[in-house]
């Protein structure tokens, strides 16, 4: 017989487990599938935002307690700028924690709160129009079952391989991100402050069309999380090799933070900006990484994940899909997302950071301009902010918005 639920959720990161969590606090019956046992790894950068904190905040979770950061200090080009995170949510601290612990902690929080775990492959979704009727749950041993649900909620990160099954496409001439990330023992691993370094350099001096990452875990881990990420289309693809280039970022870097070897080096590729399409049918959504809910200035995709999450499980009821999610969707990220992807464009031609980081990141321009970048970049702006830089910011995402209008966007 197949096993019945209210929603079935496949994948359980953290867009997955919150999802579960507020569809069980809401009364329904929850299955949350992964393929894998946790705790397990993911390629990230481990840091979490304000933005990303509020929705921890709502859901009652707290996250490496002991550790908090203040905002990001930014370096290259012979100047640093240090851009505090602003007042934008109730909260203006952040953290970071490796994602081996925090997807296994929200998954606890997820089986507390009522949520079925099952362990299993989700495949072969069985469709009468675009309504998923069942699907397959294959376990490890190779055994299948048959799964049922008035409702699916699709949060299998950023390959979805599920969701490719339903349709999903993702648009490489958009700009998209390549990443690599590893954990180092550091003696500053209780340092305050997230730090990027945008003047990336590989062995022999060359600048790179990238920038590299050190974010603290604070000192209970005793370690940072040190990586690296890079802006690509299609047309013009990074052309670097991001696991050898972190050794070279590492070794740069060690002597100012005391770094052990670099460990558990993992890589990835991840669409941004809302650049997939067909993401909902009748009675299904993709939501988080899966619909391509990454920032594209910093890669961030955690916070989206957990407010997709809730926005997804909010709609669940006698409501198709299909059209409604989308327009969620673009209503939500559309002109931000727009925006932000046609400032990343920027950033894939390699004499674009020469020529602007100086600027940017000394003297008094660097002091007044990027915290505001910063700000911008993590869309730490919300519809009540009344300031210039807000007020310039929904303007320019009006008008390229428009301008872009053809572009996909969860189309």
Known sequence: MPQLFDVAIVG????GAAAAIHAARAGHSVALLDSAEFPR????????TPRAMHQLDLLGIKVNPSYRNHGLKLHGYGGSVTAPWPDTYPTNEGTALPRHEFDALLVREAVAAGATLIHGTATAPELAG???VSFSVVDGSGATDTMKARWIIVADGVRSTFGKQLGRTWHKDEVYGIAARSYSSSPRA???????????KDADGVVQPGYGWIFPLGAELGQVNIGLGALSTKSRPAKINTKKLLETYAA???????LGPVEKVASAALPMGGAVSTVAGANWMLIGDAAACVNPLNGEGIDYGLETAAMAVSLLG???FTLVWPDRLRAAYGEAFVLARTAARLLT????????GPVALRGPVGRMLMPAAARLMGNLITD???DLIARAWKLAGHGVAWARRDTPLWS
């Open 349 to 356: 031609y390699p004499q674009f950071l020469p020529v602007a």
């Open 252 to 258: 740069q870097q060690r002597a100012e933070w005391g």
């Open 384 to 386: 009540e902010d009344r």
């Open 190 to 200: 209780s340092e305050g402050w997230m730090h990027s370094h945008v003047e990336l």
């Open 130 to 132: 675009n309504r998923i």
């Open 318 to 320: 006698g409501k198709d």
């Open 12 to 15: 359980s990161g953290p867009a």
């Open 41 to 48: 790894d993911k390629t990230c950068g481990d840091g979490l």
